[in-house]
């Protein structure tokens, strides 16, 4: 092939130096919101400038923990749930590294929702980004802990009877230092919000509420993931630091987004310095990131 | 365009123009883009790539302003725009 052919064929993404393009195209869905927020996160890193060899993803298992391989920065693919205490062991050993959790809803907050309350109150500086729709996705769609009351899932063909997790008040409530929740459709703002959370020192978290086209909206009846686009159009109320007990999901309600949460704490790795310094004095040398003043 | 009150600057402004790139073969024809491009430049076509959806094609191509909405919205990274320097056009009231 001509070096003239080849130029015509090959045409580059400005995304592609930082995916893996030999696994694209991905298995996600035709109108399936992960596309739009893993173009979210890596705009975010492209306008941070951050050197991707300093940059971790973390993923679980589901739709969303294929995320982790395709993604060309360092990455781990973890067992069902286990993105979280991963992503603490490797920000323990490596402060340095900016350690991303890029998971989906059952993932996080289902199998893994002990270790993520208690990440979030030990405050560890991570970012965590939860892509929330509303069910088990991958398996088959069977209901999961964010589900919104009264809508069916594979599980639950008569409606689902449990109430769902409030997740940014269950995030702030265990201790997380950014809170914001944004659909797949508001893709600059959250941008905007990937980059304040990846800045912020200690546990930020970002709740993304992605249509599932193939389960969620075929077994609830609401057409496609356009359509579902559409609903979030018309639906989303911005808000920001609104109470967060006002900020529930009920089946096809309205979705209130926005920043909720931003406020400052010392880190995990702070505070560990902090307490060995006063046991210790001056014998002590300060551990990571932080320099063990604070 | 219409303005409310004629900018001071009107001069100086230039409405940008981009040129849009469609990788047809990646796409998965979802129709974010088309919904969503603020000036509806983007149709879905009526041919098949090798998937058998249906890519968009750009209907009015130089209506493209280089908003990168459509490049922000893609969930298959199948379509990009660039700025396009030639064709600015001057903003008239």
Same mark, same amino acid.
């Not at chain 1, 911005?238 to 089946?251: E, K, S």
């Given at each position: ?8 064929? %090959? ?9 893996r393009m030999d696994r694209i195209p991905h298995i996600w869905c035709p109108t399936c919101g992960l596309g739009t927020t893993v173009t979210a996160l890596s705009s975010a890193l ?12 973390? &993923? ?5 923990? %294929? ?12 067992? $069902? ?9 490797? $920000? ?10 890029? &998971? ?5 907050? &289902?199998?893994?929702?002990? $270790? ?17 729709? *509303?069910i088990y996705a991958m398996t088959g769609g069977q209901v999961a802990p964010t589900t919104p009351l009264t809508a069916k899932a594979a599980t639950t063909p008569y409606g689902n ?19 914001? %929740?944004?659909?797949?459709? $508001? ?16 546990? &930020? ?54 920043? *909720? ?18 046991? *210790? ?14 | ?93």
């Amino acid at each position: 092939m001509s070096a003239k052919v080849e130029e015509q064929v %090959r045409e580059e993404h400005p995304l592609e130096k930082i995916l893996r393009m030999d696994r694209i195209p991905h298995i996600w869905c035709p109108t399936c919101g992960l596309g739009t927020t893993v173009t979210a996160l890596s705009s975010a890193l492209e306008q941070l400038q951050l050197d991707t060899n300093k940059v971790a993803v973390v &993923s679980g298992i589901g739709c969303t923990g %294929r995320v982790a391989g395709y993604m060309k920065l360092d990455s781990f693919h973890t067992t $069902h749930g286990r993105a979280v205490p991963f992503a603490v062991g490797l $920000h323990i050993a490596r402060p340095d590294l900016k350690t991303i959790v890029f &998971s989906g809803d059952g993932d996080l907050i &289902s199998i893994g929702g002990n $270790h993520f309350i208690h990440t979030a109150r030990r405050n560890v500086d991570m970012t965590i980004i939860c892509v929330n729709n *509303f069910i088990y996705a991958m398996t088959g769609g069977q209901v999961a802990p964010t589900t919104p009351l009264t809508a069916k899932a594979a599980t639950t063909p008569y409606g689902n009877a449990e109430h769902p997790f409030n997740l940014p008040l269950l995030a702030a409530s265990s201790g997380a230092v950014y809170v914001a %929740r944004w659909t797949a459709l $508001h893709v600059r703002r959250l941008t905007v919000a990937i980059k304040e959370a990846i800045q912020k020192p200690g546990f &930020s978290f970002v709740e993304v509420i992605a249509p599932c086209s193939t389960l969620y909206a075929r077994i609830n009846k609401l057409g496609t993931g356009l359509d579902l686009m559409k609903f979030y159009h018309d639906n989303s109320v911005i808000r920001h630091g609104a109470d967060l007990n006002d900020v529930d999901i009920d089946f096809q309600s309205k979705i209130v987004v926005g920043k *909720f949460v931003d406020i400052e704490k010392p880190t995990y790795i702070d505070c560990l310095n902090a307490g060995n310094k006063r046991a *210790f004095g001056d014998k002590y040398k300060p551990y990571g990131g932080g320099n063990g003043d604070n | 365009m219409k303005f409310w009150r004629t900018p001071l600057d009107i001069d100086k402004l230039q409405i940008p123009r981009g040129e849009l790139h469609i990788l047809k073969e990646r796409c998965k024809g979802c129709g974010f883009c088309v919904e969503y491009c603020p000036k509806g430049v983007l149709e879905l076509s009526d041919e098949f790539n090798s998937k058998g959806y249906h890519p968009p094609k750009a209907v009015k191509p130089e209506e493209c302003v280089n908003c990168d909405l459509c490049e922000l919205l893609c969930p298959d990274f199948a379509i990009y725009c660039v700025r396009a320097e030639a064709g600015e056009k001057e903003v008239s009231n």
